[in-house]
T-cell receptor
């Protein structure tokens, strides 16, 4: 079954602390993985995707096919990182995205 | 970047009436658009996939006759909530996928969402 799992509903960290938002997936083919972010009162927007291998706003995510994970990491959290983060999967040859349930990140001052 | 616009952003209607929500891709063509429903502080639930020129594909548990989707052009998809009831009150979000040769290939671009309140 195709599935994206984000085990944490809420993650609270202090400013300057490292943060890791977990994402595991289940997919039989070769998926493309994404992280989308939704800041307060804003629309969802792409944060990063695994094929780009970029660091956006200090965030990185590495696709680990062995562990079927795509965890989002940032070494030093900032208050402006507080938002809702969704991990998503797009299957090969399909236009359908599967979203995880999301993790709300709160960065405390 | 590519922009997806939804209208209206907020709508209040009486129980039993129908409401139409529009989703437009402003500067790119989208043969496929997606409609989601988002509950407060929860994830997006995919309702249906809207394909230009053909019937929408609905997810399991989504009533086709209640949530009518039309995708008549490459830049417009509409969601009509028919005979709305208070339990249909929610935040509805559309998205469009960037095409090959266009902006953000494979990336989903989201509308700002439409909050429906059924009294």
């Amino acid at each position: 079954a195709q599935r994206v799992t984000q085990p944490e509903k809420l993650l609270s960290v202090f400013k300057g602390a490292p943060v890791e938002l977990k994402c595991n997936y289940s997919y039989s083919g070769s998926p493309e993985l994404f992280w989308y972010v939704q800041y307060s009162r804003q629309r969802l927007q792409l944060l990063l995707r695994h094929i780009s291998r970029e660091s956006i706003k200090g965030f990185t995510a590495d696709l680990n096919k062995g562990e079927t994970s795509f965890h989002l990491k940032k070494p030093f959290a900032q208050e402006e990182d507080s938002a809702m983060y969704y991990c998503a999967l797009s299957g090969t040859g399909t236009y359908k995205y599967i979203f995880g349930t999301g993790t709300r990140l709160k960065v405390l001052a | 970047g590519a922009v997806v616009s939804q209208h209206p952003s907020r709508v209040i209607c009486k129980s039993g009436t129908s409401v139409k929500i529009e989703c437009r891709s402003l500067d790119f063509q989208a043969t496929t658009m997606f409609w989601y429903r988002q509950f407060p502080k929860q994830s997006l639930m995919l309702m249906a996939t809207s394909n230009e020129g053909s019937k929408a594909t609905y997810e399991q548990g989504v009533e086709k006759d209640k949530f009518l989707i039309n995708h008549a052009s490459l830049t417009l998809s509409t969601l009509t909530v028919t005979s709305a009831h208070p339990e249909d009150s929610s935040f509805y979000i559309c998205s469009a996928r960037g095409l090959a040769g266009g902006p953000g290939i494979g990336e989903l671009f989201f509308g700002e969402g439409s909050r429906l309140t059924v009294l």
